[in-house]
């Protein structure tokens, strides 16, 4: 029998409670192959005990030797110490940070590779999570692979004399700071007034030059998709909000406003495609009866840009957003009278309390776009207790799609269509859009 690697001698082992201090395993790497990639884009293997490991910037096929960095009874994680045998997608990551910054995980899959890979860690995603089967034509758009991104939330930094010296990214799991300089993800817009003007920002108006804690103060640029950048801070004055926060997005010619300070879509290059699907799957809906025409209801509809752009199928169109910044935008981004439409009303709510006071007794055309974790459970019930027969769920989290999913088809609703959008390249991150009809 082989001697076995360090790694495994009793001391390793996983204590009564199954978790192992790493401090024991660091330093004692072990070769692994990599099965398959997992969502969050992590590379699995399993070690010669059968536990699972979850290994960090490895590819499907490589031999990797891997330090383990943490491990509990059913499941180990590590990252990859050196590649034994690379896997072709394999690249070179671009960004200096990679491997620091969490953002960009993914940059050694080749761009080219990265949909691709996406497309498997979703279909076994959705087989293991709503024991279903994407369709077989389940495809995922895909647009420009660097500076795509016009959208970020950005933290100052400081020199000795106070004035501002620069922005870090926050990790979102530590809340550790990454200072950085020039971003690849970022649209160059957005680099260069990072690079420039908007270090004048603090120090020179109402903000303290330096905050009390370093990372208190926290900036939003976005950038409109022509290069014009807005920004927003906490605390910012009236006036300079109104000067340099609000901004227009031009999409298929109609003009959208929006603010720094609210949601909007961060890949503004494929934007347009995921437009486009949404109106397949409203206008198929229309002609196939399945959905009327009578009212457009957009839940978690930010400053109503879905409603915005379809408003003028339909007689009513009601948006629904928590964020009460996103009103305004929404009563100028929709107008009745504009479109001849019977009414229009932007209700600042959560979508889970409004849908719970509001019958919906007509199969009424329904756009969900949640954030992260998905439909809440009210807001979820309420839709299966709806005469709706078909449901647009627009999603930037697969795991809590899926989920959602296998909820609704036990409630009768089938999966007519699923798309991607890599709106997100670089990370394991993407945007998915489900046609669902009962
Ligand atoms: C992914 S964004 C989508 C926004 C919009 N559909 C768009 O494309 O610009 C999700 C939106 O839901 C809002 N939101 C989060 N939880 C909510 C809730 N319980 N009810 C209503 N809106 C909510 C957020 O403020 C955010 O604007």
Same mark, same amino acid.
């Given at each position: 029998m082989p001697k076995k690697p360090p790694f495994f001698k009793k001391k390793n082992s996983p204590s009564k409670n199954g978790v192992c201090s790493p401090s024991h395993l660091q330093g004692v790497p072990v070769q692994l192959r990599i099965i398959k990639m997992v969502q969050g884009g992590d590379g699995m293997a399993r070690l010669p005990d059968g536990r699972v490991c979850f290994v960090q910037g490895a590819l499907p096929g490589e031999l990797c030797e891997v330090e383990l960095t943490f491990q509990k009874k059913d499941f180990t994680r590590g990252r990859v110490v050196r590649v034994v045998e690379p896997s072709p997608d394999r690249a070179v990551p671009k960004c200096p940070l990679y491997g620091k910054?969490?953002?960009? @995980?993914? &940059?050694?899959?080749?761009s080219r590779k990265q949909a691709e890979y996406m497309a498997q860690v979703e279909r076994e995603n959705f087989r293991r999570l709503a024991h279903a089967e994407l369709p077989e034509d389940f495809v995922i758009h895909t647009g420009s692979?660097?500076?795509?991104? =016009?959208r970020a939330r950005v933290v100052p930094q400081f020199a000795r004399n106070g004035e501002c010296s620069g922005f870090a990214f926050r990790e &979102?799991? %530590?809340n550790a700071l990454i200072p950085f300089g020039?971003? +690849? #993800?970022?649209?160059p817009a957005l680099n260069e007034f990072l690079q420039g003007? /908007?270090? *004048?920002?603090f120090g020179s $108006? @109402?903000?303290?030059?330096? +905050? /009390?804690? +370093? $990372?208190?103060v926290s900036l939003n640029v976005f950038d409109n998709g022509k290069g014009e950048v807005s920004y927003y801070y906490r605390g910012m004055p009236k006036e300079e909000f109104e000067k340099n926060a609000v901004s227009v997005v031009e999409i298929e010619g109609r003009k959208i406003e929006s603010d720094a300070s609210v949601f909007f879509q961060s890949n503004l290059g494929l934007l347009p495609e995921l437009v486009q699907s949404v109106r397949r799957a409203v206008d198929e809906g229309l002609s196939n009866g =399945? /959905?009327? =025409?009578d009212w457009l209801i957009d839940l978690f509809s930010g400053v109503g840009f879905f409603a915005a752009l379809l408003q003028? *199928?339909?007689k009513r169109v009601t948006t629904v957003e928590?964020?009460?910044?996103?009103l305004k935008h929404a009563k100028k981004n929709l107008s009745a009278k504009d479109s001849g439409m019977a009414s229009v009303e932007n209700v600042s709510a959560p979508a889970e309390e409004w849908l719970a006071d509001h019958v #919906?007794?007509?199969p009424a055309t329904l756009i969900v776009d949640p954030p992260?974790? $998905?439909?809440p459970g009210e807001a979820l019930e309420a839709i299966v207790r709806s %005469? #709706? *027969?078909r449901l647009i769920y627009v999603s930037c989290d697969p795991v809590t799609l899926s989920r959602d999913y296998a909820k609704l088809a036990m409630a009768g609703f089938g999966l007519e269509r699923a798309e991607g959008f890599a709106?997100? +390249? &670089?990370?394991p991150h993407m945007e998915m859009l489900f046609v669902l009809s009962r």
């Amino acid at each position: 029998m082989p001697k076995k690697p360090p790694f495994f001698k009793k001391k390793n082992s996983p204590s009564k409670n199954g978790v192992c201090s790493p401090s024991h395993l660091q330093g004692v790497p072990v070769q692994l192959r990599i099965i398959k990639m997992v969502q969050g884009g992590d590379g699995m293997a399993r070690l010669p005990d059968g536990r699972v490991c979850f290994v960090q910037g490895a590819l499907p096929g490589e031999l990797c030797e891997v330090e383990l960095t943490f491990q509990k009874k059913d499941f180990t994680r590590g990252r990859v110490v050196r590649v034994v045998e690379p896997s072709p997608d394999r690249a070179v990551p671009k960004c200096p940070l990679y491997g620091k910054c969490g953002g960009c @995980s993914l &940059q050694h899959l080749d761009s080219r590779k990265q949909a691709e890979y996406m497309a498997q860690v979703e279909r076994e995603n959705f087989r293991r999570l709503a024991h279903a089967e994407l369709p077989e034509d389940f495809v995922i758009h895909t647009g420009s692979p660097w500076g795509y991104r =016009n959208r970020a939330r950005v933290v100052p930094q400081f020199a000795r004399n106070g004035e501002c010296s620069g922005f870090a990214f926050r990790e &979102q799991e %530590s809340n550790a700071l990454i200072p950085f300089g020039n971003c +690849p #993800v970022l649209t160059p817009a957005l680099n260069e007034f990072l690079q420039g003007p /908007a270090r *004048k920002i603090f120090g020179s $108006g @109402s903000l303290p030059r330096r +905050p /009390a804690r +370093p $990372g208190d103060v926290s900036l939003n640029v976005f950038d409109n998709g022509k290069g014009e950048v807005s920004y927003y801070y906490r605390g910012m004055p009236k006036e300079e909000f109104e000067k340099n926060a609000v901004s227009v997005v031009e999409i298929e010619g109609r003009k959208i406003e929006s603010d720094a300070s609210v949601f909007f879509q961060s890949n503004l290059g494929l934007l347009p495609e995921l437009v486009q699907s949404v109106r397949r799957a409203v206008d198929e809906g229309l002609s196939n009866g =399945n /959905a009327c =025409n009578d009212w457009l209801i957009d839940l978690f509809s930010g400053v109503g840009f879905f409603a915005a752009l379809l408003q003028d *199928k339909f007689k009513r169109v009601t948006t629904v957003e928590r964020d009460d910044g996103c009103l305004k935008h929404a009563k100028k981004n929709l107008s009745a009278k504009d479109s001849g439409m019977a009414s229009v009303e932007n209700v600042s709510a959560p979508a889970e309390e409004w849908l719970a006071d509001h019958v #919906v007794d007509i199969p009424a055309t329904l756009i969900v776009d949640p954030p992260r974790t $998905g439909l809440p459970g009210e807001a979820l019930e309420a839709i299966v207790r709806s %005469s #709706v *027969k078909r449901l647009i769920y627009v999603s930037c989290d697969p795991v809590t799609l899926s989920r959602d999913y296998a909820k609704l088809a036990m409630a009768g609703f089938g999966l007519e269509r699923a798309e991607g959008f890599a709106f997100y +390249p &670089q990370t394991p991150h993407m945007e998915m859009l489900f046609v669902l009809s009962r």
